[in-house]
């Protein structure tokens, strides 16, 4: 499968690692077309194109069934999360060796194997509440907008029907490409950032999962040519010690720190 690097629509604690295996469809993304005006494009546009791009991605990549221990790892995690804040969330777990996850303006959570592997639940949690905080303060329907805007497809989001009822599979597989493509600013990561530590308090979970899953994306950036990649990757997000240190203070301002739940990076 060829190697792609990946800066996922609506993620940003994270970003693809080296040897990615996600696949989308890596035909030459068109020229801009007319793009996607502001004032015509809502919430609603944003969720019915990024859910015809999801909808590419799942046929399109090892999906993990109902039986597979990721699957039951994750509903015991998050099950309970299908509808938060307002959203109503589906998700699945993406068999694949990059470290990533990513959530859509459909409400659309996707969390990769890989990055299971090296992460706690707790990390977990705070993860994928960025990612829904991302999608609840609107960045992933600007960063659908921006893909529709850049992809071959621009135009046909003009249409009543939006892109979903006239793309080929080519097609959506030159959107799922921009939608992987689009990135946030840093201040709505950290604007993520936050409503995940809120996420976590909120629900009573352990606050100090979103200072170790910092701590593990800074472990990645250190040593040898494949942690360079990742830095490269990562020099549009905050630095992760400092988003830590953000959560240090916070949690120390609560009265939720709690040295004993430090993870030892190895």
Request: aromatic residues 6%; proline residues 1%.
């Amino acid at each position: 499968m060829k190697r792609i690097g990946l800066s996922l629509m609506a993620i940003s604690m994270l970003v693809g690692a080296a040897n990615a295996q996600l696949k989308v469809n890596t035909k030459a993304i068109g020229a801009v077309g007319k793009g996607v005006k502001a004032a015509a494009y809502s919430d609603a546009d944003a969720a019915r194109d990024a859910a015809a791009g999801v909808k590419w991605m799942d046929e399109h990549n090892p999906v993990a069934d109902a039986n597979d221990p990721y699957t039951v790892r994750l509903n015991k995690i998050f099950g309970k999360h299908k509808s938060e804040d307002g959203l109503n969330l589906n998700y699945k777990v993406y068999k694949v060796v990059d470290i990533n996850a990513f959530a859509c303006a459909d409400g659309s959570v996707r969390v990769f194997s890989s990055l299971m592997d090296i992460m706690s639940d707790d990390e977990l949690l705070a993860v994928i509440g960025h990612e829904i905080g991302h999608v609840r303060n609107h960045d992933s329907k600007d960063a659908m907008k921006a893909a529709l805007t850049r992809s071959a497809v621009a135009d046909a989001a003009g249409s009543q029907s939006g892109v979903a009822a006239s793309l080929t599979d080519s097609q959506l597989g030159a959107l799922a490409e921009a939608m992987m493509d689009s990135k946030h600013s840093r201040k709505q990561e950290t604007d993520a950032d936050t409503y995940s530590y809120d996420f976590m308090k909120k629900h009573g979970y352990n606050v100090m999962g979103a200072y170790n899953a910092f701590m593990t994306l800074a472990s990645l950036s250190e040593g040898g040519a494949q942690a360079s990649k990742f830095q490269k990757m990562m020099n549009s997000h905050p630095d992760s010690k400092q988003r830590a240190e953000e959560v240090k203070k916070r949690a120390q301002k609560d009265g939720l720190w709690k040295e004993a739940d430090i993870k030892k990076i190895k």
